[in-house]
């Protein structure tokens, strides 16, 4: 199982940018796919998931999940970028890749940088 995350950058302050993240491989079915993000110096932290639409207190009502079920990609939509967005963003996926396995198995992403300039 892979993920492939992509569409970091550059930005400026009050921007918007799209990340994409597919994941291929031997996959069953998945369970969710979602965000973290990781700042300089700092710890990574959750930002999003799909499953139930919930988003870190810091990034509602800017930024928006949605997945592609056919392209198994997820999708995050970041509106209004603040310069405290600026953080290396990974993507990951619970999911199942045989019918005969019940619990999920949570794969990750490489990370793609995001850097908002105020």
């Known amino acids: 199982v892979q993920l492939q995350a992509s569409g970091g950058g550059l930005v400026e302050a009050g921007g918007s940018l799209r990340l994409s993240c597919a994941v291929s491989?031997?996959?069953?079915?998945?369970?969710?796919m979602g965000w973290h993000r990781q700042a300089p110096g700092k710890q990574r932290e959750f930002v999003a998931v799909?499953?139930?639409?919930s988003y870190a207190d810091s990034v509602k009502g800017r930024f928006s999940i949605s997945r592609d079920n056919a392209k198994n990609t997820v999708y995050l939509q970041m509106n209004s970028l603040k310069s405290e967005d600026t953080a290396v963003y990974y993507c990951?996926?619970?999911?199942?890749?045989?019918?005969?396995?019940?619990?999920?198995?949570?794969?990750w992403g490489q990370g793609t940088l995001v850097t908002v300039s105020s």
């Open positions: 990951y996926a619970n999911l199942r890749e045989s019918s005969r396995t019940y619990a999920g198995t949570t794969y």
């Open positions: 491989g031997n996959i069953f079915s998945i369970n969710h």
């Open positions: 799909d499953s139930s639409k």
